[in-house]
């Protein structure tokens, strides 16, 4: 079969001929449709972010597509049928996964890093994690549901435990960013959305945002957040960057007894007065994929159209062109692209 794969930072990746593999007992083979180009794997082909696995790896972990073959003791899927694998998923014996916190599993598997992921033809996984793809959604679209889509509903509902009223901060509009909008929207919170790229703002309002603040045209970020708020900042804010700078804004931007939820991945730290955390009793939380009984959920909100997932694929590739995907990515030009092997 054909795959990209990872040699490490600063290079291409290499689109060659490897072994398809083939799926041991509890395993499903599944031949991809898609799976999105994500800022994370940015981090390991431009950034040195290390990688679970040291390569070479096959990158991608964000994908959908159909069940070509089955490992022995398959029972719960068949040749044919339509899923979506997970970004992580956790081996559902340990502490986090007893408790119901499966996507920080203490022997996490993020596919894409800790194993070989999908930008590939075709790539091996668990029966038991994979999720059911219902017949009214877009198979190969589909395949930003396994992050972009999830992991904001993880940030929204389970983190920052959004409700209805609520008026929420998003600081990045990317795919991970805009999804966080549009999650919360329905779920019923009043939206501001960040970013310094217009286009970015006008999508984010096409998908619930009440208000938009280019951040390059203010000269304080968090006085425009309170005037939009009542002068008192939001009960909630996302930071879907990474950067320290951000992630400052974020704090910045909630009001006293308000919540911080990081969901960019930074490994620098961020500045943070300690007595304001504490005198103003606010809450600043990770957030980290999402769990795999949340699936169906989200994949219901999708059916029924409470939220958008074709309108955010902004453009496909072949394998063969997966590095013009990344160089679009680069640029910050679209919201998510799809390879489609």
């Not at 082909?45 to 040291?54: C, F, I, L, W």
């Not at 929204?156 to 999650?183: E, F, M, T, Y």
């Not at 900042?233 to 007894?257: K, M």
């Not at 453009?315 to 998510?336: H, Q, S, T």
């Amino acid at each position: 079969m054909k795959a990209a794969v990872f040699y490490g930072s600063h290079q291409p990746l290499k689109v060659e001929e490897v072994p398809t593999p083939t799926p041991k007992a509890g395993e499903i083979l599944v031949k991809i449709a898609g799976c999105g180009v994500c800022h994370t794997d940015l981090g390991y082909t431009d950034h040195d972010v290390p990688t679970g696995k040291k390569p070479p790896l096959i990158l991608g972990h964000e994908a959908s597509g159909t069940v070509a073959a089955l490992g022995d003791g398959v029972k719960n899927f068949k040749e044919g049928d339509r899923v979506i694998l997970p970004a992580v998923y956790g081996c559902g014996q340990c502490k986090m996964c007893r408790m119901g916190r499966e996507n920080i599993c203490e022997n996490m598997i993020f596919i894409g890093s800790n194993a070989d992921g999908a930008y590939a033809e075709y790539t091996v996984y668990p029966s038991t994690a994979a999720v059911a793809l219902p017949a009214e959604l877009p198979l190969i679209e589909s395949s930003i549901i396994a992050d972009a889509t999830t992991t904001p509903f993880h940030a929204v509902v389970n983190r920052g435990q959004v409700k209805p009223g609520d008026a929420v901060v998003v600081i990045g509009c990317g795919g991970i960013g805009l999804n966080c909008v549009q999650i919360a929207a329905a779920v019923g919170a009043k939206v501001i959305a960040i970013d310094i790229a217009d286009h970015k703002l006008e999508f984010a309002k096409q998908l619930g945002a009440s208000a938009t603040i280019n951040s390059k045209n203010v000269e304080r970020l968090d006085k425009e957040i309170r005037k939009l708020t009542g002068g008192g900042g939001a009960d909630i804010s996302f930071e879907c960057i990474g950067n320290p700078l951000t992630q400052e804004q974020a704090f910045n931007a909630v009001r006293t007894g308000g919540r911080v939820v990081l969901v960019g991945y930074s490994e620098k730290p961020m500045n943070l007065v300690s007595g304001r955390v504490m005198f103003r009793e606010i809450e600043i939380v990770g957030s980290l994929g999402c769990r795999v009984v949340d699936y169906p959920r989200v994949l219901e909100m999708a059916r029924l159209g409470k939220i958008k997932v074709s309108e955010l694929v902004t453009a496909k590739f072949p394998l063969d062109k997966i590095n013009d995907a990344f160089d679009v990515l680069r640029k910050g030009e679209g919201i998510r692209s799809v390879i489609t092997p």
